[in-house]
């Protein structure tokens, strides 16, 4: 048996997904998901590669009984004990960027080596996905029938047509959950990303904003570079709740995209994005990624720069 964890929005879902499915390309078992979180963890959208992509993963929450589970969730216990307790060997596959989790079984460090080879066992893999930049090519082409958008809504189709028959750049924003974190990037990464694109594509590019803070983007015009573009520029807003995912879907559909840094949902959409090289970020502009953010915002919403 091998269990992968889900968690997160819709662009972690993805990527633990395509971890998934690249274990069971390359074991030959059928790889179980662990959806508990979506019952203990209310932020986000919940579990959406159904919703979204309806798609009919073989989930853990369906594996026990409904008395089980219900236990499991009340009392927060991580499905990997929870089996190794019923009395099934099974070993915790674990990434480092996740951390030092409590587990009475064998835990394994995730490695490029181990993750996909050492399925001689029932495993539990805890990950983030962060292996999918090596490998997800390799399986290209089982996610071009998998990972399919709804149509976009209405509203939104003239301005999708827009994007696709453009020269696109969308540049993705991230606020909201990171900025007590720290984990924002700072304008100036974006202005510098921007005169990137604006030297290095011979024809003129269109801009498109995807943020959860567009207010904000829309004040500070000068510190994002906004003023170089004005008059190419759109802020695309309505997007939220359960229709987060199209701002995601409409990202992967532009021919460029300036990522956000620190968050998975703009790189997740290159990934899917049909475009040769979509991505632009630090290594372009020739910034060291730690410098890249740790722009906040305090309490009387002033922002706070290194």
């Not at 993805?14 to 998934?20: C, D, K, V, W």
């Not at 009340?74 to 990997?80: A, D, G, M, Q, R």
């Not at 089982?142 to 990972?147: G, Q």
């Not at 879907?249 to 703009?266: D, E, G, N, R």
Request: charged residues 25%; glycine residues 6%; hydrophobic residues 35%.
């Amino acid at each position: 048996m091998q269990i992968v964890k889900l968690m997160g929005g819709l662009a972690n879902q993805i990527r633990e997904y395509i971890y998934g499915r690249y274990l069971e390309y390359r074991t030959g078992q059928t790889v179980f998901y662990d959806d508990s979180w979506f019952f203990i963890v209310k932020i986000h959208n919940g579990y959406e590669l159904k919703r979204v992509f309806n798609l009919n993963l073989p989930l853990m929450s369906n594996f026990f009984k409904e008395s089980v589970f219900n236990e499991i969730v009340e009392k927060k216990i991580h499905i990997y004990q929870k089996l190794y307790d019923m009395g099934i060997d099974i070993d915790l596959m674990l990434e480092d960027a996740v951390g030092k989790l409590s587990f009475t079984g064998k835990t394994i460090p995730i490695n490029e080596e181990n993750a996909f080879i050492l399925a001689d066992n029932n495993r539990y893999h805890y990950t983030y996905g962060g292996a999918t930049e090596d490998y997800y090519r390799e399986i290209e082409h089982i996610f071009d029938k998998e990972f399919v958008f709804p149509p976009f809504p209405s509203e939104i189709a003239e301005l999708a047509y827009k994007i696709q028959h453009t020269n696109s750049v969308g540049i993705h924003i991230r606020h909201g959950d990171f900025l007590p974190l720290g984990w924002c990037a700072y304008p100036k990464y974006y202005k510098r990303c921007i005169e990137y694109a604006e030297q290095n594509t011979p024809h003129e590019l269109e801009y498109y904003v995807f943020s959860n803070d567009q207010e904000y983007c829309k004040s500070h015009m000068e510190e994002y570079g906004f003023n170089l573009i004005k008059d190419r520029i759109t802020f695309v807003e309505g997007n939220r709740g359960v229709h987060d995912y199209v701002d995601f879907q409409l990202m992967t559909i532009c021919k460029h995209i300036i990522v956000a840094p620190k968050s998975s949902f703009s790189s997740t959409a290159c990934k899917l994005n049909k475009t040769e090289n979509p991505r632009i970020d630090w290594e372009n502009i020739g910034m060291d990624y730690n410098e890249t953010f740790g722009f906040k915002r305090n309490n009387d919403e002033k922002e706070i720069h290194k």
